[in-house]
Protein backbone atom coordinates (compact mmCIF):
# COMPACT_ATOMS: atom_id res chain seq x y z
CA UNK A 1 0.00 0.00 0.00
CA UNK A 2 0.91 3.38 -1.14
CA UNK A 3 -0.78 6.50 0.97
CA UNK A 4 -0.39 10.44 -0.70
CA UNK A 5 -1.16 13.36 1.41
CA UNK A 6 -1.15 16.74 0.43
CA UNK A 7 -0.97 19.70 2.84
CA UNK A 8 -0.41 23.34 2.82
CA UNK A 9 -4.06 24.80 1.44
CA UNK A 10 -5.63 27.58 2.97
CA UNK A 11 -7.31 31.09 2.48
CA UNK A 12 -5.56 33.38 0.65
CA UNK A 13 -5.76 37.15 -0.77
CA UNK A 14 -5.08 37.57 -4.26
CA UNK A 15 -1.27 38.57 -4.81
CA UNK A 16 -0.32 36.44 -1.94
CA UNK A 17 1.50 33.14 -1.89
CA UNK A 18 0.94 29.57 -0.37
CA UNK A 19 3.19 26.22 -0.74
CA UNK A 20 1.98 23.19 -0.83
CA UNK A 21 3.55 20.03 0.08
CA UNK A 22 3.09 15.97 -0.88
CA UNK A 23 4.37 13.05 0.58
CA UNK A 24 4.47 9.38 -0.39
CA UNK A 25 4.67 6.45 2.33
CA UNK A 26 4.48 3.03 2.22
CA UNK A 27 6.00 -0.08 1.44
CA UNK A 28 9.69 -0.49 -0.86
CA UNK A 29 8.71 1.52 -4.01
CA UNK A 30 9.91 4.25 -6.48
CA UNK A 31 8.18 6.94 -7.90
CA UNK A 32 9.04 8.13 -11.33
CA UNK A 33 7.35 11.00 -11.42
CA UNK A 34 4.96 13.61 -8.82
CA UNK A 35 2.19 16.19 -10.37
CA UNK A 36 -0.24 18.35 -9.01
CA UNK A 37 -3.40 18.68 -10.44
CA UNK A 38 -7.00 20.90 -9.52
CA UNK A 39 -10.06 20.99 -9.62
CA UNK A 40 -12.43 23.62 -9.02
CA UNK A 41 -16.02 24.03 -8.50
CA UNK A 42 -18.23 22.80 -11.39
CA UNK A 43 -15.09 22.25 -13.38
CA UNK A 44 -13.37 18.91 -14.34
CA UNK A 45 -9.61 18.08 -13.15
CA UNK A 46 -6.83 19.84 -14.85
CA UNK A 47 -2.80 19.18 -14.86
CA UNK A 48 -1.28 22.12 -13.05
CA UNK A 49 2.53 20.94 -12.92
CA UNK A 50 4.85 17.80 -12.84
CA UNK A 51 8.23 16.76 -11.80
CA UNK A 52 10.29 13.51 -12.88
CA UNK A 53 13.23 11.90 -11.26
CA UNK A 54 15.52 13.74 -14.03
CA UNK A 55 14.33 16.46 -12.63
CA UNK A 56 12.52 18.07 -15.68
CA UNK A 57 9.54 19.98 -14.61
CA UNK A 58 6.36 20.72 -16.77
CA UNK A 59 3.72 23.41 -15.85
CA UNK A 60 -0.05 24.25 -17.31
CA UNK A 61 0.11 27.86 -19.28
CA UNK A 62 -2.14 29.77 -16.90
CA UNK A 63 0.59 28.74 -13.97
CA UNK A 64 3.25 29.26 -15.80
CA UNK A 65 6.48 31.91 -14.01
CA UNK A 66 4.37 31.86 -11.06
CA UNK A 67 4.45 28.36 -9.54
CA UNK A 68 7.29 25.96 -8.78
CA UNK A 69 7.45 22.63 -8.35
CA UNK A 70 10.33 21.12 -6.91
CA UNK A 71 10.94 17.62 -5.13
CA UNK A 72 13.21 16.23 -2.19
CA UNK A 73 13.64 12.44 -3.14
CA UNK A 74 15.01 11.66 0.33
CA UNK A 75 11.77 12.24 2.39
CA UNK A 76 9.79 11.10 -1.22
CA UNK A 77 8.04 14.74 -1.04
CA UNK A 78 6.89 17.29 -3.64
CA UNK A 79 6.41 20.89 -3.46
CA UNK A 80 4.24 23.58 -5.45
CA UNK A 81 5.23 27.08 -4.82
CA UNK A 82 2.44 29.04 -5.74
CA UNK A 83 3.00 32.98 -6.37
CA UNK A 84 0.79 35.87 -7.14
CA UNK A 85 -2.15 33.76 -6.71
CA UNK A 86 -5.12 34.80 -8.46
CA UNK A 87 -9.08 33.98 -7.54
CA UNK A 88 -8.92 31.59 -10.93
CA UNK A 89 -6.37 29.64 -8.78
CA UNK A 90 -9.46 28.78 -6.43
CA UNK A 91 -9.62 24.96 -6.23
CA UNK A 92 -8.76 21.72 -4.59
CA UNK A 93 -5.21 20.89 -5.33
CA UNK A 94 -4.47 16.75 -5.54
CA UNK A 95 -1.20 15.10 -5.76
CA UNK A 96 -0.21 12.56 -8.42
CA UNK A 97 2.47 9.70 -7.82
CA UNK A 98 3.70 7.73 -10.49
CA UNK A 99 5.23 4.46 -8.57
CA UNK A 100 7.03 1.34 -9.15
CA UNK A 101 8.72 -1.37 -6.91
CA UNK A 102 12.12 -0.90 -6.32
CA UNK A 103 14.79 -2.63 -8.75
CA UNK A 104 12.43 -1.71 -11.83
CA UNK A 105 11.43 1.03 -14.57
CA UNK A 106 8.17 0.53 -14.38
CA UNK A 107 5.81 2.43 -13.53
CA UNK A 108 2.68 0.00 -12.13
CA UNK A 109 0.09 2.71 -10.59
CA UNK A 110 -0.65 6.54 -9.95
CA UNK A 111 -1.64 7.35 -6.74
CA UNK A 112 -3.62 10.25 -5.41
CA UNK A 113 -3.61 11.95 -2.00
CA UNK A 114 -7.53 13.49 -1.23
CA UNK A 115 -6.52 16.84 -1.79
CA UNK A 116 -6.15 20.10 -0.01
CA UNK A 117 -8.12 23.70 -0.29
CA UNK A 118 -6.75 26.37 -1.83
CA UNK A 119 -9.17 29.65 -1.89
CA UNK A 120 -7.96 33.09 -3.35
CA UNK A 121 -10.23 36.12 -2.15
CA UNK A 122 -10.27 38.97 -4.69
Known amino acids: QVQVVESGGGLVQAGGSLRLSCAASGSAFRIFAMNWYRQAPGKQREYVAGVDSGDTTDYVDSVKGRFTISRDSAKKTVYLQMSNLKPDDTAVYYC????????????????WGQGTQVTVSS
Open 96 to 111: NAEIGPLGTNHVIGDY
